[in-house]
Nanobody, 118 residues
Framework: QVELSESGGGLVQAGDSLRLSCAFL????????MGWFRQAPGKERELVAE???????YDADSVKGRFTLSRDNAKNTVYLQMNSLKPEDTAIYYC????????????WGQGTQVTVSS
């Protein structure tokens, strides 16, 4: 069973940076696609970024050029570096994992709150 544990959220001001981390336990990390999703109050959960086992990434248009997703396969960890944060980035951020052979994210972390004040 895969377990995901996020850390790094907090309260920052607009323009600041934060780095979220997600530790992966319980399976072979290098076989999994890792993603970060977020959900703001009253809105649906949305994909922010994802990274394949080989390191290819996808970023949502809303975060392109500001957020960078990376993975360290030796540490079984993914990192979401968030720069130039905006109030509209305020949300609960969830780490997720899916095996490279399937399309659906099966495993989710508990979420970490990111609040950006103006």
């Amino acid at each position: 069973q895969v377990e995901l544990s996020e850390s790094g959220g907090g309260l920052v001001q607009a323009g600041d940076s934060l780095r979220l981390s997600c530790a992966f336990l319980g399976h072979t990390f290098s076989l999994y696609v890792m993603g970060w999703f977020r959900q703001a109050p009253g809105k649906e959960r949305e994909l922010v970024a994802e990274i394949t086992p080989g390191g290819s990434t996808y970023d949502a248009d809303s975060v392109k050029g500001r957020f960078t997703l990376s993975r360290d396969n030796a540490k079984n960890t993914v990192y979401l570096q968030m720069n130039s944060l905006k109030p509209e980035d305020t949300a609960i951020y969830y780490c997720a994992a899916k095996h490279r052979s399937i399309s659906r994210y099966d495993y989710w972390g508990q979420g970490t709150q990111v609040t950006v004040s103006s």
